[in-house]
């Protein structure tokens, strides 16, 4: 019962004081004890190759009440026929834990059980009728905010009640969902003091627990994912600004044997692929489970090569990345020696392959491994902390964790274990905030606790210690705890690969409830697609409650800064969608204006500033040339500074054509311009004319007119038609005449020059292909995306 847990812990005296428990429901645990793991499950419908660009939400069919396609699964004969009749006859006697247990299953569909949320109800409640339970409030706190999704009546009061009741109780679940509303004002008043009384209570506890399970908790697979990553995220490969949530060691390695593959033969090192491989089973990956017997054989084969080709002192000789990556599996040789992680524990050997580890290439991770052996004195060896400390530091060089341990060490000899007190004060917090800046975990969890306690300030009188800010940090400590506290995670994942859709879901909401931006991303994705215009799949229909329930998701992650979120609330409400969501210009623009000028994108400066360019929205409707010159601007601008930071080119020229067309419509309509200044700029030909194309616009408003960028992408494929070409005007009729005959000179240009690479047989990587910068997909203008797909190319038409 992994969700509860934590509630165990917490009120586990409570609990058995209280709840009585009948003989059926032991009998139940019992037949439940013997089912096998996974035996009642098929085979998963993901898998690491083909997930990739092809995630597929099927429609939601209301009527049967789960997504399409949902496989009638295999319910093992125990369940239906022993466990559950138990189980109701010990709820019949009012059994707590039978009623929890029930009321459980028919939410999670564990042992496939069809799910049932309004029975799962009825038992949640009556199972708290007499005596609380912290996970019981939990789970009717959750199904009132969410209404699971149109199955049963919302109430939003009702649902803070029993996140009451079941932080009252100690349940985590409850008290992070709390923190998150109390902090954002979320259906309560906003209150930073309490939010972050709550967040450091959960800290606290998480830190207590990763204390007793040594560790790096950095190390573990993160199921905090945003699931439309798969498709490269909420706009696709390379379009979306938000950072991918998805880091898998297979993928990471694959990539880096590309570009490797460059420049060397990786047959003449094969250290990097027995080490890649060795990590691989070591740590596990979203599709592959650990197997540290698997690590250790591939580990032998890379060492073992290394004293084939060096004996045990030649070292010496080694080029450079072969000393890296041999250096690096002995390390993990001895780290599996010292702990005995799929190899009997041995500490002559632990020794032997970290000194040999450091002799090669001074591995941080040998380091740190061997200052554990000199700061607790294992094996032979005796405590020397002096020792310990140096290598600590020497590690700390290049490491977090290196950092993170020389700290602790310091902490564990300050007077009275008080950093404030004694002469490592300085020492103490500059390691602790270099291990958090590098991203140490448990780093973060020092330094707030610093800043709380006043040794941030005694050192760096500067900082400033605001509730806001200590209460972030808490909440992205204890979000990072998923094992502890977010089991939810990790279910709703394997239910995600497993093709049940609707558990998933259920996973993701509770943890997006509990206000974790990258859940809020996958629950809103699980409740609404948009789709690609030309897709060999039947389209998709949402009911309202759903569209509008994903909205909601996507604004909390919005108010947390995402900005594809953002922007994607501003695509759906400049389109409206059929009769699903009322079209809202002012929104859409609030949301772009959001993203453009907090978020700092560019797509969001880009559609304020074609906002203003067509009215649509800002003041009233009306149209204003020159704010839409500051915003297209403005999106050139911060195109500008990313390819600075990252020295990445990117294409510009949709902003460029843009301004292009500004400059035209200025050159042919200088009289409109002239009435903007005077007037708000209601009359006059031009304005007519938008009138007359708005109006054939409504008439064609029956169409689903979602967004194309986003439908595309949102589904990994690709559009090729642009409704807004109908917004166009005389102006932007002329640039398209220029832009077409451009093209047709560009596009032959470009077909003589293939032509004659292709007769150099020139085979070099196609360049062009990976420069492009996906704005030619966002901003299709007719075919000239397909062409500025033939080419790299930039426009400067500033100086027209
Ligand atoms: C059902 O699954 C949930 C989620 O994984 C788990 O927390 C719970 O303990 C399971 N219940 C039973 C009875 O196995
Ligand atoms: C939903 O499922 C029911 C029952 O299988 C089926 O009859 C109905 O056609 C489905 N509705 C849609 C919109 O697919
Ligand atoms: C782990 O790897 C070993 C050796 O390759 C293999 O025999 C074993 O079946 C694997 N274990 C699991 C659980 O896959
Ligand atoms: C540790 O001590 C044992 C027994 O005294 C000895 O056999 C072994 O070689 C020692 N190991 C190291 C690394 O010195
Ligand atoms: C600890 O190690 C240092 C450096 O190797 C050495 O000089 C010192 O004598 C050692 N101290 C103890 C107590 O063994
Ligand atoms: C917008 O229109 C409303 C109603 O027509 C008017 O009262 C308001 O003053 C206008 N706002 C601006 C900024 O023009």
């Known amino acids: 019962m992994k969700i509860h847990y934590i509630a165990h812990i917490f009120i586990l005296s409570f609990a058995i004081a209280t709840s009585f428990e009948s003989g059926y429901y032991r009998q139940a645990l019992r037949y439940l004890a013997e089912i096998p793991d996974d035996s009642y499950r098929g085979s998963p419908l993901y898998n690491n190759d083909n997930i990739d660009d092809n995630l597929y939400i099927p429609n939601y069919n209301s009527t049967l009440k789960d997504y399409d396609g949902r496989q009638i699964r295999h319910v093992p004969e125990i369940i239906t026929?022993?466990?559950?009749?138990?189980?109701?006859?010990?709820?019949?006697?009012?059994?707590?834990?039978?009623?929890?247990?029930?009321?459980d299953i028919y939410t999670f569909g564990n042992y496939s059980v069809t799910v049932d949320?309004?029975?799962?109800?009825?038992?949640?409640?009556?199972?708290?009728?007499?005596?609380?339970?912290g996970h019981a409030y939990f789970m009717l706190g959750f199904m009132y905010s969410t209404g699971m999704f149109g199955e049963i009546d919302a109430d939003d009061s009702k649902a803070i009640m029993y996140y009451q009741f079941g932080m009252e109780n100690g349940d985590s679940n409850s008290i992070m969902a709390l923190a998150y509303r109390h902090y954002y004002g979320i259906g309560t008043p906003e209150n930073c003091e309490l939010a972050m009384h709550y967040y450091s209570r959960l800290?606290?506890?998480?830190?207590?627990?990763?204390?007793?399970?040594?560790?790096?908790?950095?190390?573990?697979?993160?199921?905090?994912?945003k699931i439309v990553d798969f498709n490269g995220g909420l706009y696709g490969n390379k379009l979306s600004e938000s950072a991918n949530s998805i880091f898998s060691r297979t993928r990471r390695h694959n990539k880096d044997k590309e570009e490797f593959l460059e420049f060397f033969d990786i047959d003449d090192h094969q250290y990097i692929n027995f080490y890649q491989n060795a990590i691989t089973h070591y740590?596990?990956?979203?599709?592959?489970?650990?197997?540290?017997?698997?690590?250790?054989?591939?580990?032998?084969?890379?060492?073992?090569?290394g004293e084939q080709m060096y004996g045990s002192s030649n070292y010496h000789r080694i080029n450079e990345i072969d000393s890296t990556f041999l250096s690096h599996c002995q390390a993990l040789l001895g780290h599996m020696y010292l702990t005995g992680e799929g190899v009997p524990k041995n500490y002559d050997k632990a020794m032997k392959w970290l000194r040999n580890s450091i002799v090669v290439a001074r591995n941080s991770e040998a380091l740190i491994d061997l200052g554990e052996v000199y700061e607790n004195g294992l094996g032979n060896e005796s405590i020397n902390t002096s020792m310990a400390l140096s290598?600590?530091?020497?590690?700390?060089?290049?490491?977090?964790?290196?950092?993170?341990?020389?700290?602790?060490?310091?902490?564990?000899?300050?007077?009275?274990?008080?950093?404030?007190?004694?002469?490592?004060?300085?020492?103490?917090?500059?390691?602790?905030?270099?291990?958090?800046?590098?991203?140490?975990?448990?780093?973060?969890?020092?330094?707030?606790?610093?800043?709380?306690?006043?040794?941030?300030?005694?050192?760096?009188?500067?900082r400033a210690v605001t509730c806001p800010g200590t209460t972030i940090c808490y909440k992205v400590f204890v979000e990072k705890l998923e094992h502890i506290f977010l089991p939810q995670l990790s279910y709703a994942f394997e239910e995600l690969i497993y093709g049940n859709f609707k558990n998933a879901l259920l996973g993701y909401s509770m943890a997006a409830e509990q206000g974790l931006e990258n859940a809020q991303i996958s629950t809103a994705y699980l409740l609404y697609q948009l789709q690609p215009i030309l897709s060999t799949r039947a389209e998709k229909s949402f009911d309202h409650e759903r569209v509008s329930a994903s909205v909601r998701y996507l604004e909390r992650a919005s108010q947390q800064d995402n900005v594809d979120a953002t922007l994607l609330l501003g695509d759906m409400f400049l389109n409206g969608l059929h009769n699903t969501l009322e079209k809202d210009n002012d929104r859409a623009f609030n949301y772009y204006m959001r993203a453009a000028v907090s978020l700092k994108s560019s797509y969001g400066a880009y559609k304020v500033g074609n906002m203003y360019e067509y009215g649509l929205g800002p003041v009233n409707d009306s149209v204003d040339y020159f704010m839409a010159k500051r915003y297209y601007d403005l999106s050139i601008d911060i195109k500008k500074n990313l390819e600075d930071k990252t020295s990445k080119s990117s294409n510009k020229t949709p902003i460029n054509w843009a301004l292009l067309r500004l400059r035209l419509k200025y050159v042919f309509n200088r009289k409109q311009f002239k009435n903007q200044e005077e007037s708000s700029g209601s009359s006059g030909w031009f304005n007519a004319f938008k009138k007359i194309s708005n109006a054939g616009k409504q008439a064609n408003e029956g169409t689903d007119r979602a967004s194309d960028r986003a439908r595309a992408h949102h589904e990994g494929g690709d559009f090729l038609r642009d409704d807004e070409f109908e917004e166009y005007d005389i102006g932007d009729y002329l640039v398209i005449f220029l832009t077409f005959m451009f093209f047709v000179v560009f596009f032959i240009q470009n077909v003589i020059r293939q032509a004659r690479r292709m007769r150099q047989g020139n085979n070099v990587p196609n360049e062009e292909q990976q420069n492009q910068n996906g704005w030619n997909f966002r901003f299709n203008f007719n075919g000239i995306g397909a062409a500025a797909r033939a080419g790299n190319f930039e426009f400067h038409f500033f100086a027209i």
Do not use: W
């Not at 800290?203 to 204390?211: E, K, L, N, R």
């Not at 740590?283 to 090569?305: H, M, W």
């Not at 917090?429 to 448990?442: L, V």
């Open 81 to 103: 026929k022993k466990v559950l009749p138990l189980l109701e006859t010990a709820a019949a006697e009012n059994d707590q834990m039978a009623m929890i247990t029930l009321a």
């Open 117 to 133: 949320y309004p029975k799962a109800l009825q038992y949640y409640h009556k199972a708290v009728e007499n005596t609380g339970n």
């Open 203 to 225: 800290a606290h506890f998480g830190y207590d627990m990763i204390q007793k399970n040594i560790g790096d908790v950095d190390k573990g697979l993160r199921y905090n994912i």
């Open 283 to 305: 740590s596990g990956d979203y599709f592959l489970p650990k197997n540290y017997t698997r690590a250790f054989e591939y580990i032998q084969d890379c060492v073992g090569l």
């Open 391 to 462: 290598i600590y530091r020497e590690a700390g060089e290049t490491s977090a964790l290196g950092k993170l341990k020389q700290a602790k060490l310091l902490m564990s000899m300050s007077p009275e274990n008080d950093p404030r007190k004694g002469k490592f004060a300085k020492d103490i917090y500059s390691s602790i905030k270099k291990a958090t800046f590098s991203g140490s975990t448990e780093g973060l969890y020092y330094f707030t606790e610093f800043l709380q306690s006043g040794l941030a300030s005694q050192i760096e009188p500067e």
